[in-house]
């Protein structure tokens, strides 16, 4: 019984920090209410340099790259509770961001739809709510 009970204790041990860890994985830092009533959130959690080379092209014409980046997730909140999650890269010194992904949720946290990403950079607009996730990102 002892022999079971010692073999037993380090898996309850090894998936109770595993699903602490999950429950950590995510931090919605609160940022920014939109004129539309739109809630902005960053997940610091998920913020990472990242260093090599990126290239971006930009709408309208033209290109670039950059030797450093910063990559993030965020999101937007609707009135209706439903959600879109985005992952972009931040070119910080740039002041420009290239979306790479986007999940669309219900309310109810239920997965809808990933809508099309363009994955051309765009600059970031001073004094609105997504400047000021991207000033978060990149601070």
């Given at each position: 019984m002892n022999k079971f009970l010692s073999l037993l204790i380090p898996i309850f041990i090894f998936l109770g920090s595993m699903s602490s860890?999950?429950?950590q994985a995510d931090n919605w830092a609160?940022?920014?209410?939109?004129t539309d009533n739109s809630l902005y959130y960053v997940n610091t959690h998920s913020i990472k340099n990242r260093y090599g080379m990126e290239f971006y092209m930009v709408e309208g014409g033209g290109a670039g790259s950059s030797k450093e980046h910063t990559e993030a997730w965020w999101k937007v909140v609707d009135?209706?509770?439903s959600y879109i999650q985005i992952k972009s890269n931040f070119f910080c010194s740039l002041d420009i961001v290239k979306d790479t992904s986007r999940v669309r949720y219900s309310a109810a946290g239920i997965y809808i739809n990933s809508p099309r990403v363009?994955?051309?950079?765009?600059?970031?607009?001073?004094n609105t709510s997504f400047s000021r996730v991207f000033n978060l990102?990149?601070?």
């Open positions: 860890n999950a429950a609160y940022v920014s209410e939109s009135e209706d509770g363009d994955h051309y950079a765009s600059s970031v607009i001073p990102v990149c601070s």
